[in-house]
């Protein structure tokens, strides 16, 4: 007879069949087939039989062995304050939070806690509390589900009040099947000792509500600065909220409108329970919630909540208690006093006389995204302007300041800094009406450069701009620029360009890093490392190693840099002596204001340092008077670039290659289309429009531009402006020998090296049939130098190649066309060799 613990059961069972078929093989009758069957079955089930009792031994041995951890009684079941994380700066040497500093944990008795605080937390964590065996299959069984689905990257609690208290309580925060296994036998032998009564009562003075507040007693204290038995019904909703995320839903953090959004719910759930009234409800909802101020002792705190949070986040609540972390961040100690104090020496002036209550500023390093200053507000602990709240990573309208993200897409399809728009009051026909934006001070500067329109922020010609480009497509390089708050597309429309489109500051910052850093972009840092209680190391992040990526060609950056560094382009707006420079390097700087003035800002960057800084009203509160990102942003910005720069190396910006422009009206840099019919030179002035395809800015212009919803409205004013300034009909007699040259390359100002030679030089030509050669020349102090000349003029655009660089020094360069008997000079350009 076999035995399972003896030799190979299948080979056994073989051999067993073999000889019974044997036996039976000469008859074949039925009789003997329904014999082999009964005892075929018999032998399995013996197996089964004896494989439920190993199971049932092997599963009585672990709830044996597992149940050890069990608690004795409902006493307290200590906690190690040394396990709590600190918050480090860069150096490692400073502690920016201690998050084990106000350990507090209180023991109270159940009847000491109001029945509306215990029913609030039942309501919200586990409403089968009282029926169940301990174990909330439901909801486990959709956890398991959203694990499957989602690889377990969605988080979805499960559990029942009584696995809340054994995780929190009795296990470590590993994340195992054996982990699970015990936390199953735990909550039901929990079950068999204790009541439920006393099972909500450990909950109650073991469960975590934030920081180092364990159990309600201490969170009582922690948030609200009394007992337990004191809870108003809308404070115990707001405790009975925060368990299910205690980082995240923090009345200290960003997200404190998601805590009583929760806060809410769980007083709606009570009515809908039977528990409380509707009127009482409603009541509770309207409650002003004073909670208690945080120890002042924390340094730089939005930033130590964001690091708290982003911790929270990966490891997990417990990895904040539990594991003793040192957490060494990206923040600069200098830096973020320099912040705090620039923004301290212009909030009586330069905030507070404009009616705002609030201002913040990011630093981060372009070249590998580490963010080295935060503030969150200009005072955390300023309760009656929302201080806490982080601006930092909140959304918000950032005004024209999000021009360069548009002006950059536009490059990207085709256009250059010298295509021509009209700035000129427009309607605009859109899917949702008519819309007419307006400049900043309604004076409108007719045809104007990209570069003039950029550098002096005017509005009309950027909202033509994205109408050109597309808004997908600058939504397209938003996202691809790190921006996480445009994913409903179907809320933008023109407007986005004037900042119609909220965006948080450290995104914002984030994106014109890119900007600063010739086109690559780092993800935002603020960790480098993470080590346990033993000196463990979880995680490293080496700057130089950062996630990074070619957000923008570096052309396109060059272009759209050039501009923002231009203090000469703005001047004409802004004035040649602002707050956008600065006394000893090159700067690109932005500002933006929201058209009702709820909003300032002011972001700028150098090779090495990108910073934004935002001022306004938390709750969205109107400024007033001229309250534009010029006046409220602006000196603080510079007074921390100014000071955060102080002493360290100068660097400039990479001037863009020279471009040769195409051949079309508008994009070559000139509003005006010219043809000579005999002698007689017809001067035509339209609209873009009527130049271009908006599907393909640089192919063949429309054969019926009117098709285009914009044409009619653009042309309007486009026409009003040329019959103002005597453009209509325009004609100019001409001999037929007029020559007009134009040089693209070099540019005004460049400077060349060894290096750049050979050099091609480019000009285009207006009339070249009648031109017989072009001379080069190159004027200095002592000499005129005519070192090249091209007699093949076969069309309009023409290169010289300049061979070999001449002797170092600053030139004036020209080029003399020779056309029958007659010369002419075109335009004198300067011109350094080094």
């Known amino acids: 007879m076999f035995h399972p613990r003896k030799g190979n059961w299948r080979a056994a069972e073989k051999n067993f069949l073999q000889s019974y078929a044997q036996k039976y093989s000469s008859s074949f009758n039925r009789p003997g087939q329904k014999k082999f069957r009964r005892v075929l079955w018999k032998f399995i089930l013996k197996i089964i039989l004896i494989l ?267 990895a904040l208690t539990d594991q003793g972390l040192k957490i060494i961040t990206t923040l600069d100690l200098d830096q973020q006093k320099k912040a705090e104090e620039a923004i301290n020496k212009f909030y009586d002036r330069n905030v507070k006389s404009f009616n705002a209550r609030n201002a913040a500023l990011v630093a981060l390093n372009p070249k590998t995204g580490e963010i080295t200053a935060m503030v969150g507000s200009h005072d955390y602990f300023d309760e009656e302007n929302d201080g806490a709240v982080n601006v930092a990573i909140s959304p918000r309208q950032p005004g024209s300041s999000f021009k360069p993200i548009v002006y950059s897409a536009a490059f990207e399809a085709g256009f250059s800094p010298d295509t021509v728009l009209f700035d000129l009051l427009t309607t605009f026909k859109t899917e949702v009406g008519d819309y007419t934006p307006h400049n900043y001070n309604d004076h409108y500067f007719g045809p104007v450069s990209i570069r003039k329109a950029l550098a002096g922020s005017l509005n009309v010609p950027a909202v033509k701009t994205i109408y050109l480009v597309g808004i997908n497509n600058v939504l397209d390089l938003a996202e691809r620029l790190g921006y996480t708050t445009f994913s409903d597309r179907s809320r933008f429309g023109l407007s986005l360009v004037l900042g119609g489109g909220e965006v948080k500051l450290l995104e914002h910052v984030s994106a014109f890093s ?153 994009l070559n840099g000139s509003f005006t289309a010219e043809t000579i019919v005999g002698n007689v030179k017809k001067i035509e002035v339209h609209n873009i429009l009527h130049y271009i395809n908006r599907n393909n800015i640089l192919g063949p212009a429309p054969a019926t531009p009117w098709d285009d919803p914009n044409y009619n409205s653009w042309e309007l004013a486009v026409q009003d402006w040329a019959q103002k300034n005597g453009y209509i009909n325009k004609e100019v007699v001409v001999d037929g020998s007029e020559p007009i040259v134009t040089i693209l390359k070099p540019v005004a100002g460049a400077i060349l090296t060894k290096d750049d030679f050979p050099f091609t030089i480019s000009f285009q030509l207006k009339n070249y049939q009648n031109i017989n050669k072009v001379d080069a020349y190159l004027i200095d102090s002592a000499s005129q130098t005519n070192w090249l000349t091209y007699k093949n003029i076969s069309s309009s655009n023409n290169d010289l190649l300049w061979t070999a660089a001449p002797v170092p020094g600053k030139y004036k360069f020209y080029l003399l066309l020779t056309s029958g008997s007659q010369t002419q000079k075109s335009n004198e350009i300067d011109l350094e060799i080094k």
Do not use: C
Request: aromatic fraction near 10%; avoid cysteine; charged fraction near 25%.
């Open 514 to 666: 890119a900007l600063a850093n010739d086109g690559r972009q780092f993800q935002p840092l603020a960790i480098l490392r993470i080590e346990n209680s033993d000196g463990d190391i979880l995680e490293e992040n080496k700057p130089e190693k950062n996630r990074n990526k070619e957000a923008l060609k570096p052309q396109i950056t060059r272009q759209v840099v050039g501009i923002m560094s231009d203090n000469s382009a703005r001047a004409f707006v802004f004035g040649e002596k602002n707050y956008l420079t600065l006394p000893d390097r090159p700067v690109a700087a932005k500002t933006g204001t929201t058209n009702d003035f709820k909003d300032g800002w002011t972001l700028g960057f150098t090779p090495s340092l990108a910073v934004g800084v935002w001022v306004g009203n938390t709750r969205g509160d109107v400024m007033k008077g001229a309250a534009d990102g010029s006046n409220v942003a602006a000196p603080i910005w510079h007074e921390f670039m100014v000071n955060a720069l102080k002493g360290t190396l100068v660097e400039n910006f990479i001037a863009p290659d020279s471009i040769i422009l195409p051949n079309k009206p508008m």
């Open 52 to 318: 439920i009792i190993i199971a049932g031994v092997f599963l009585a041995g672990a709830v044996a062995w597992f149940s050890r951890d069990l608690p004795k009684s409902t006493n307290l079941l200590t906690k190690d304050k040394m396990a709590a994380a600190k918050i480090y700066d860069r150096t490692g040497q400073t502690i920016l939070y201690d998050t084990g500093g106000d350990f507090v944990r209180t023991k109270i008795k159940l009847s000491d806690i109001p029945d509306y605080a215990k029913w609030s937390t039942i309501v919200a964590e586990d409403r089968g509390f009282y029926s169940h065996g301990g174990l909330n299959f439901k909801g486990m069984l959709r956890a398991l589900l959203v694990d499957i689905l989602h690889g377990g990257s969605a988080s979805q609690g499960g559990s029942s009040i009584t696995q809340q208290f054994v995780k929190n309580a009795l296990l470590s925060n590993e994340k195992t099947i054996t982990r699970k296994i015990k936390e199953v036998i735990l909550s039901w032998r929990m079950e068999q000792r204790f009541s439920k009564d006393e099972i909500l009562e450990m909950y109650f003075n073991e469960i975590p509500y934030g920081g180092t507040a364990y159990g309600i007693e201490a969170a009582a204290h922690k948030y609200f600065n009394k007992n337990a038995k004191d809870l108003t019904l809308a404070e115990g909703a707001v405790l009975a909220a925060l368990p299910q995320a205690p980082s995240y839903l923090s009345p200290y953090g960003p997200n404190k409108d998601k805590l009583l959004a929760r806060k809410d719910w769980i007083l709606d759930s009570l009515v809908s329970e039977g528990y409380i009234s509707k009127e009482k409800a409603e009541a509770a909802k309207k409650e002003e919630l004073k909670f208690v101020n945080i120890s002042n002792s924390i340094i730089a705190p939005h930033f130590s909540f964001y690091i708290k949070e982003l911790v929270t986040e990966k490891y997990g609540e417990q």
